[in-house]
């Protein structure tokens, strides 16, 4: 048995129901988080495996016993308590913050909620490792064993097609079938159906093509191929659905009468056109075209998809707008080749229905929802002419992997869970802490040592090529990704400098990061629409907010870090305060002096009219390191919301004299711009300002400002959002419940202006942070915040 047979044996319908229960998740839902959450685990377990983090994962895996059946652990005494204390534990402890991207991912896949997906895979992490126990895993084979091991849940190559008419592989592609042999093309192409066309449209668009398409689209080529084999059968489920009339079909079949440029005389994809950016421009003009008609509401789809492919929806939109016409033209030569009209059209379409799910690559099951098929029901819809279809030829099955002769370890009393405990918890805190700053670990000399100088964080670009460059360690190799798709690699060179040429990103903002030789830089940009009225603004990206660290063991919560350097008492007349909302007095534009004075007057005036200002900072100002004051003018006793770039601050209350200030804590150096909305939405004002560098003898040593929080309580906001203050001593340690479940701890220093500030990013629902001091866990908490995160 090998371990996609041993993995899926293990995870069967039994075990998904007992899951179900411990999860107290639907079955139906377990079963699509499992079929997408278990490749994702196990592929984010093989990224350690070059990793410090390899040894602690095999010293995980030999603390925990090898277990027969997910009902023989649920079985024991306390059983569904003790698997998720130990997934709770391990999560954090060997992936960091890859839990709650993990959750995300599958949740997207499996069309549930990132809780759901996230209590379900926090049961499984270490079901997974009890079975890699089983394997064979051990400290000295980790590396090598993962990788052999998650080979068989990668989407496997797709193997040559046997079908009448298809010969070599041609010069255009180098995929398979790719050319038809002359006299046997037009009968063997014109006696395709069910299983045997989509086994020929697979072949034709999988290899360089699939990977052009999808670089095409904006995604990283090592993920493009996929990408597209992933999109066939949702743009065919479309078509499908789209032909289930005469007049649909012959729609469809004028379409690709349009688009047979995209295949030359053997019918083969011409992709060569994707070189010419004009080209591209029409071709993904018509398939925007395709998309409008054949899907009513596209968002969705698009957005599903580019969750499932760890992209944006922008990016998979695009993907199928490039897909649509080489989609139809190959569909079109088929429909030529035998003379199809609209009816036999329509049937032949109808006879894929049932069988697309079957072209999903391996760990995107969670895909299927788009295809709105049943499994395992397959239409007997086949036109009475069609031809006898020689069998597709299959690869053969990967090699077993023969499980090591271990010792029955004892059953009743959930004994594991102590060695386990005591290795996570008393000794070993060693990988917690290790991962509690994300990816890899790396001093903070060699984070800082890989830095992009072009383009700075936040700039704004025009959607085309562009060149990336740096500073970093000689010799460095360097990885770099858009949106977590490696889109280029570069080589330091020997004075220090690298350059990358990237593909052209799609509109709206990306985050890129750098990675090599331990260190990590990343930045958000924002990439225009050439086709809007206005140009972008700049105002999305978030200069600072990209090195935070993540200390969340919940799946559905990403609290990051946020904190700028700041300079020596830059904040020492602006300590920060409760968002209360009233006036900061005897501040100029406050009116908390006389009503009677001018500036009361002003404000009132202002007040009357439902004029929303921003008096401080002045536009575009400068200024120090630290918390500063917003201050303003507005509608007495109006609630509206700050935003800091795209990142909530928190929601006030304009005071009765209509004025409102806010103490804004800690931001990261560099330019924002600071927006104020109302209840609905609506933008009521903004001020861009820049933050200041820290003073380089900076230190926060001597802290003694009295401890402040930004955010009250009970506030319902919208992520990511952000909240901190000043303080005194090491700093604040925040704790993070949903209920009475502890999901995650950040210990948050203070900064050199006495500051400090957390961002959280922990998906919809009630969730509770808890504020105390550095180092005293059991201190009774400074502040308990009970926010609501909206939809």
């Known amino acids: 048995m090998n371990f996609a047979e041993l993995l899926h044996s293990f995870f069967d319908e039994s075990g998904a129901a007992r899951l179900a229960q411990a999860a107290d998740v639907d079955p139906a839902e377990v079963r699509r988080i499992l079929d997408a959450g278990l490749p994702l685990q196990l592929n984010a377990l093989t990224g350690q495996a070059d990793t410090p983090a390899a040894a602690h994962l095999a010293e995980a895996v030999a603390s925990l016993p090898h277990f027969e059946t997910v009902g023989a652990v649920l079985n024991e005494p306390d059983g569904a308590s003790n698997l998720r204390q130990a997934g709770e534990l391990l999560g954090p402890a060997l992936l960091g913050d890859g839990t709650g991207q993990l959750a995300r991912q599958a949740a997207g896949l499996a069309g549930t909620s990132e809780d759901r997906a996230g209590r379900v895979l926090t049961l499984t992490l270490p079901l997974l490792l009890s079975l890699l126990g089983r394997a064979g895993l051990t400290a000295g084979n980790v590396s090598t064993l993962l990788r052999d091991l998650s080979g068989p849940l990668d989407p496997p190559a797709t193997p040559p097609v046997v079908v009448p008419g298809l010969d070599a592989p041609s010069a255009e592609t180098g995929g398979p079938g790719d050319a038809l042999a002359a006299g046997a093309t037009t009968a063997g192409l014109a006696t395709l159906t069910g299983p045997a066309l989509l086994d020929w449209l697979r072949a034709q668009l999988a290899g360089p093509v699939g990977e052009r398409l999808g670089v095409a689209a904006g995604l990283g080529a090592s993920g493009a191929g996929r990408a597209t084999q992933a999109a066939l059968p949702v743009l065919l489920a479309a078509l499908v659905r789209r032909a289930g009339t005469d007049a649909g079909a012959q729609e469809l079949l004028d379409r690709g009468a349009a688009t047979r440029d995209l295949v030359d005389p053997d019918g083969a994809p011409v992709t060569r056109l994707l070189s010419d950016p004009a080209e591209t421009a029409r071709i993904e003009g018509q398939g925007r075209a395709l998309l409008g008609s054949v899907f009513p509401n596209l968002d969705p789809v698009t957005g599903r998809l580019g969750s499932a492919l760890g992209s944006s929806g922008a990016s998979a939109g695009r993907l199928l707008a490039l897909l649509g016409p080489f989609l139809l033209a190959l569909l079109g030569a088929r429909a030529r080749a035998g003379g199809l009209g609209a009816a036999d059209f329509r049937t032949l379409l109808g006879g894929l229905g049932g069988n697309l799910g079957g072209l999903l690559p391996a760990g995107l099951g969670g895909l299927r929802t788009l295809l709105d098929e049943t499994p395992d029901v397959v239409p007997a819809v086949t036109p009475a002419a069609a031809a006898p279809v020689t069998p597709v030829v299959t690869p053969a099955a990967p090699p077993p992997v023969t499980p090591p002769v271990t010792p029955v370890r004892r059953g009743g009393f959930p004994w594991w869970i102590i060695p386990l405990l ?65 889109v280029a690699q570069a080589t330091v060179g020997a004075d220090g400098n690298w350059t990358a040429d990237l593909p052209a990103p799609t509109p709206g903002e990306h985050t890129y990061t750098v990675d090599g030789g331990g260190g990590r830089s990343e930045l958000k940009v924002n990439v225009a629409d050439a086709s809007a009225s206005t140009g972008a603004n700049g105002d999305t990206s978030t200069s600072g907010d990209t090195n935070a660290a993540s200390g969340s063991t919940d799946a559905g919560t990403a609290p990051t870090d946020s904190t700028g350097s700041a300079a020596s008492g830059a904040a020492t007349g602006n300590s920060a305060s409760s968002s209360t909302g009233s006036a900061a007095s005897g501040d100029a534009g406050s009116g908390a002096a006389d009503p009677a004075s001018p500036d009361a007057s002003d404000a009132s005036t202002a007040a009357a009219a439902g004029a929303f200002t921003i008096s401080e900072p002045a536009a575009d100002a400068t200024l120090p390191a630290g918390t500063f004051t917003l201050r303003g003018n507005g509608t007495a006793r109006q609630q509206v919301e700050l935003f800091e770039d795209d990142t909530s601050l928190g929601k006030i209350t304009v005071g009765p004299d209509g004025t409102w200030s806010f103490d804004v804590p800690s931001p990261a150096a560099g330019p924002h711009t600071y927006r104020v909305k109302a209840e609905d939405g609506t933008e009521l004002a903004s001020v861009g300002a820049t933050v200041g560098e820290p003073a380089a003898d900076a230190s926060a040593a001597s802290c003694t400002e009295t401890y402040t929080l930004s955010m009250t309580n009970g506030q319902t906001v919208n992520e990511p959002f952000r909240f901190g203050g000043v303080g005194q001593g090491q700093g604040y340690s925040v704790t993070v419940k949903r209920g009475a479940r502890t999901i995650g701890t950040k210990d948050i220093p203070l900064d050199a202006t006495c500051g400090w500030s957390y961002q959280s990013r922990p998906g919809p629902g009630k969730i509770t942070y808890e504020v105390r001091p550095l180092g005293d866990a059991a201190a009774a908490p400074l502040s308990t915040v009970n926010l609501t995160v909206a939809q």
């Open 422 to 486: 005591l290795l996570l918890g008393l000794g070993g805190c060693w990988l917690v802490n290790q991962n509690r700053a994300a990816p890899p670990a790396a001093s903070s000399a060699q984070a800082a040592s890989i830095v992009v100088t072009n383009p700075t964080s936040g700039a704004d670009l025009p959607a085309e090529p562009f060149t990336m460059s740096g500073t970093g360690p000689a010799s460095t190799a360097l990885t770099i990704a858009d949106q977590g798709q490696e």
